[in-house]
Structure formats: structure tokens, C-alpha cells
């Protein structure tokens, strides 16, 4: 497709266990993101690649998370011993080029509830 | 610490009224501004944005105001229309990083 695409649109998982949330960025976008958004939050930065640097990893809440980038495209973002506090839309983004100069395009989220 | 503040959780707006949504920032550093307006279970998009080197930029109905010395910036929608109605984000981002910050969101609601 033309846009972001991100699997799965909804995640139901236990407290404990591992998930995984995709991220198919645009083709040619070299930036990709992760954001998420708690309820009655705003968008909460987690991790940014930009093409073969090193990825900034600042905003991921602790090291039950984790991200990589495959071959500069598709991304998987990784939840382990999930806990209620994950529960949130987890957004991804993609840009042609540092956001400063365009735009993210965003995907439609994957939503994870954490019972 | 919340840099990017959005102070007004929702508005109510007039359809054909003007619709004007404040945004505060606190990091002296931002040099970049932009607003996205999301949908319900849609991802958010992209908007407006202004550089710091302008204190205003429109396009269409869509017009956003920057002051610097307030660390202050507005968006203002003439006319509103019913479609209008979303979460509006604004966010920014400092030359020296990649990362957006965004505000906690306007919740717009146009009626007729």
C-alpha cells in the first residue's frame, strides 16, 4: 500500500507475557518512529531510525522494550512481561527525510490492552 | 516534564465560527513547529507548521501564529466546518534532535 502499515490494529494480550507490534513504513522513507498514546495522553516518543545510524532509543520506558529495523524498512517493536501500564495506541511514522523538512506520515496504530 | 503543553483539553465551535487552539512550549531550543489533526482509529496528519524564523504561516483556512518571546503558538480555522472536528496535536522539535514532541491534544468539536 501507499501508506504506513501496522499490524496488528488491536492486541489483547495477558499481563506477563511478550508481544510484538509491525511497522511497514513508506517506501523510500529512510526516518521511522514509534510513538504511543496512553488514554488522555498526548503522543509519547519512543524511538526514531534514521537510515544506518545508530537508532535514538531515549524514549523507551524501560527495557522491556525494545525496536529494531530490518534491512532500513520494516520495524518490529517488542513488549516484553507486558504490564497494565503498556496498554496504550502504539503509533508508528515514516518520513523521506528528517521530519524538520517533512512531515511523519503516520500509520493507524496498533492498540494493545494488557488485562 | 511536559514541554509541549496543550492546555485546553476540547473546544466547542460554531460551524462558519473561528476555531483557534492554543499551544505553550517551554524548550527555548525548538526551532519547529507543526499541527496534526487526528481522527478516531486513524493515524494523526500532518497539518501546518511554521520554522521559528516566521511568525505566521497560512494555508487555506488553516492559519498558525508563533511568538517566540512567549513561547506561544496558536492555529486558528476560518471557517470552521463540521469535518473539522478532531484531536488536534501540535508538536515541536528542536534543530540539534530528530524527535517531535507533541502536546497532549485539542479535542475540536464543530457544530452546525
Known amino acids: 500500500g501507499a501508506g504506513v502499515s501496522q499490524s496488528p490494529s488491536n492486541k489483547v494480550t495477558e499481563k506477563g507475557k511478550d508481544v510484538e507490534l509491525r511497522c511497514d513504513p513508506i517506501?523510500?522513507?529512510?526516518?521511522l518512529y514509534w510513538y504511543r498514546q496512553s488514554l488522555g495522553q498526548g503522543l509519547e516518543f519512543l524511538i526514531y531510525?534514521?537510515?544506518?545510524?545508530?537508532?535514538?532509543k531515549s524514549g523507551l520506558p524501560s527495557d522491556r522494550f525494545s525496536a529494531e529495523r530490518t534491512g532500513g524498512s520494516v520495524s518490529t517493536l517488542t513488549i516484553q512481561r507486558t504490564q497494565q501500564e503498556d496498554s496504550a495506541v502504539y503509533l508508528c511514522?515514516?518520513?523521506?527525510?528528517?521530519?524538520?523538512?517533512?512531515?511523519?506520515?503516520f500509520g493507524e496504530g496498533s492498540r494493545l490492552t494488557v488485562l | 516534564d511536559q514541554q509541549v503543553k496543550q492546555n485546553s483539553p476540547s473546544l466547542s465551535v460554531q460551524e462558519g465560527r473561528i476555531s483557534i487552539l492554543n499551544c505553550d512550549y517551554t524548550?527555548?531550543?525548538?526551532?519547529?513547529f507543526l499541527w496534526y489533526k487526528k481522527y478516531p482509529a486513524e493515524g494523526p496528519t500532518f497539518l501546518i507548521s511554521?520554522?521559528?524564523?516566521?511568525d505566521k504561516n497560512e494555508d487555506g483556512r488553516f492559519t498558525v501564529f508563533l511568538n517566540k518571546s512567549a513561547k506561544h503558538l496558536s492555529l486558528h480555522i476560518v471557517p470552521s466546518q463540521p469535518g473539522d472536528s478532531a484531536v488536534y496535536f501540535c508538536?515541536?522539535?528542536?534543530?540539534?534532535?530528530?524527535?517531535?514532541?507533541f502536546g497532549t491534544g485539542t479535542r475540536l468539536q464543530v457544530f452546525p
Open positions: 511514522a515514516s518520513s523521506l527525510v528528517r521530519h524538520s523538512t517533512g512531515e511523519l506520515f
Open positions: 517506501s523510500g522513507h529512510t526516518a
Open positions: 531510525f534514521q537510515g544506518n545510524s545508530a537508532p535514538d
Open positions: 524548550n527555548s531550543m525548538f526551532d519547529y
Open positions: 511554521i520554522s521559528s524564523i516566521k
Open positions: 508538536a515541536a522539535s528542536a534543530a540539534d534532535t530528530d524527535k517531535l514532541i
